[in-house]
Each structure stands twice: as structure tokens, then as C-alpha cells.
């Protein structure tokens, strides 16, 4: 069995070792998150306002990314921004990217517009049917692939973190209580 000593040591090394990966993993969805902001790496969606609700949130930012680098003041702060990104990417990849797409077929006139396309798709999910990847969205180019990467990363970081967080949780009651049993 391992002495209190022992105990301790292992915990100060989780420890160590778990506020390098939430920084690490706090930085990832920051960067994440500000590439969304800039669909094609074409700053000129952002200023015309043409940048979707869940990239303009930026919980990667905040939510994975700050929160998490406040993570050794309050890691149920931290806890709190990982769910929050989680949820916020999660609902994202389910709506769909915003994007230009043409309403004719929903009210059989040549129009165009932005907003969420797969949003009306009842039947049908984006997600598995490829088809619809480059042939519902006009503009911007290849916007679900780029929806689909950076969500699906900032939606894994979060999943990390909630995790690292938990474990966090699990290590520093553990050092508590192995503290108070030393003596």
C-alpha cells in the first residue's frame, strides 16, 4: 500500500501534469474558436457580419479557452466553460453552418440569403449526407467542411477538458484527504 508520502508525491505530479494539458487544450480552443471567425481564412465575412451565432459566441474563447486558463483559481469555473463550450459546439454542429444558400426551392422564387440551411432539412442530416456539403451553401466555399472541422474540434477540447477537470476534482480531494491522514 502506498504511504501518505507516496500519495502526496503522485498527486503533486497529477497535478502538475493536468494544468499543462488544460492550458495546452485552453489554447487549442481558443484558436479553434478565432478561426471560425474567419470562414476561408477571409477576414470580410466577419466584417459584413456574416460569421454564424455559434462562431460569434466564442465559447472556444471564453468558454475553452479563458475559463480554462482560470482553471487553478476555480476549477468549477473551469468545469462550467468546458460544458459550455461542449453545449455551444454540440447545438452548432446540429444547426449547421450559416452560409448563403437559395431559398427558391422553399418559396419558388430566385432568391438568396444567409442563415441556417439545414436548420429546415427535417428528413435529412447534413452531417451524414455529403451531397449536400457543396451543393447548399453558395457562400462561403466549402463552409460545411470548415463548420464541421473547427466545431468537431472545439467539441472533442471540451469533451478533454471536462475530463481533465473531473480528474482535477478527483486528485485534489485525494491530496486533501491524504493530507489530513498524515502524521
Same mark, same amino acid.
Given at each position: 500500500?502506498?504511504?501518505?508520502?507516496?500519495?502526496?508525491?503522485?498527486?503533486?505530479?497529477?497535478?502538475?501534469?493536468?494544468?499543462?494539458?488544460?492550458?495546452?487544450?485552453?489554447?487549442?480552443?481558443?484558436?479553434?474558436?478565432?478561426?471560425?471567425?474567419?470562414?476561408?481564412?477571409?477576414?470580410?465575412?466577419?466584417?459584413?457580419?456574416?460569421?454564424?451565432?455559434?462562431?460569434?459566441?466564442?465559447?472556444?474563447?471564453?468558454?475553452?479557452?479563458?475559463?480554462?486558463? @482560470?482553471? %487553478?483559481?476555480? *476549477?468549477? !469555473?473551469?468545469? /462550467?466553460?468546458?460544458? $459550455?463550450? =461542449? &453545449?455551444? #459546439?454540440?447545438?452548432? +454542429?446540429?444547426?449547421?453552418?450559416?452560409?448563403?444558400?437559395?431559398?427558391?426551392?422553399?418559396?419558388?422564387?430566385?432568391?438568396?440569403?444567409?442563415?441556417?440551411?439545414?436548420?429546415?432539412?427535417?428528413?435529412?442530416?447534413?452531417?451524414?449526407?455529403?451531397?449536400?456539403?457543396?451543393?447548399?451553401?453558395?457562400?462561403?466555399?466549402?463552409?460545411?467542411?470548415?463548420?464541421?472541422?473547427?466545431?468537431? @474540434?472545439? %467539441?472533442?477540447? *471540451?469533451? !478533454?477538458?471536462? /475530463?481533465?477537470?473531473? $480528474?482535477? =476534482? &478527483?486528485? #485534489?480531494?485525494?491530496? +486533501?484527504?491524504?493530507?489530513?491522514?498524515?502524521?
Amino acid at each position: 500500500m502506498l504511504s501518505s508520502p507516496d500519495v502526496m508525491a503522485c498527486s503533486r505530479t497529477c497535478s502538475r501534469i493536468l494544468g499543462l494539458s488544460l492550458g495546452t487544450t485552453a489554447l487549442f480552443a481558443a484558436g479553434a474558436n478565432l478561426v471560425l471567425l474567419f470562414p476561408n481564412w477571409d477576414v470580410t465575412y466577419l466584417l459584413r457580419g456574416l460569421v454564424g451565432r455559434h462562431a460569434m459566441l466564442g465559447s472556444g474563447l471564453w468558454g475553452g479557452g479563458l475559463m480554462m486558463l @482560470t482553471a %487553478l483559481l476555480s *476549477s468549477s !469555473l473551469a468545469f /462550467l466553460g468546458a460544458l $459550455i463550450c =461542449f &453545449i455551444t #459546439s454540440g447545438v452548432a +454542429l446540429k444547426d449547421g453552418p450559416f452560409c448563403m444558400f437559395d431559398v427558391s426551392s422553399f418559396n419558388q422564387t430566385q432568391a438568396w440569403k444567409y442563415g441556417y440551411p439545414f436548420q429546415d432539412l427535417h428528413n435529412r442530416n447534413y452531417l451524414y449526407d455529403h451531397s449536400l456539403w457543396n451543393s447548399v451553401c453558395l457562400e462561403p466555399s466549402k463552409a460545411v467542411i470548415w463548420h464541421v472541422s473547427f466545431f468537431s @474540434t472545439l %467539441l472533442c477540447i *471540451s469533451l !478533454l477538458q471536462i /475530463l481533465l477537470v473531473v $480528474i482535477h =476534482f &478527483i486528485n #485534489s480531494f485525494l491530496g +486533501l484527504f491524504c493530507s489530513l491522514c498524515e502524521k
